[in-house]
């Protein structure tokens, strides 16, 4: 059984500091030239989870991430054009 994930985009002040994220979630990602982390949560504790995030001091803004939002099945009903662009 999948557990529901939902991504959060967290910009930070200090990318050190950033790295005590783990405890809230999974920690995937933390840029230190942009000053950004991604961490993945359960869906059924985001809310909360946020609201504690917004607390900490070195935590600027924090973004939803709608990957999991996107459609990702395609249809085949557009027909192929490779064949326009060969030479």
Known sequence: ??????GLIIWVSDTK???N???FGS????????NYAVLYI?????EETMKSLQK?????????????E???EYSSNMPDKTR???L
Do not use: D, G, Q
């Not at 359960?42 to 985001?46: A, D, R, T």
């Not at 900490?56 to 999991?68: D, G, Q």
């Open 1 to 6: 059984m999948m557990i529901e994930r939902s």
């Open 17 to 19: 500091a950033a790295r």
């Open 21 to 23: 994220l783990e405890r």
């Open 27 to 34: 920690l995937h990602y933390i840029s230190k030239k942009m």
């Open 42 to 46: 359960h869906s059924s504790k985001l």
């Open 56 to 68: 900490l001091p070195y935590v600027k803004k924090i973004e939803r991430s709608y990957r999991n």
């Open 70 to 72: 996107i459609k990702t």
């Open 84 to 86: 326009f662009y060969t």
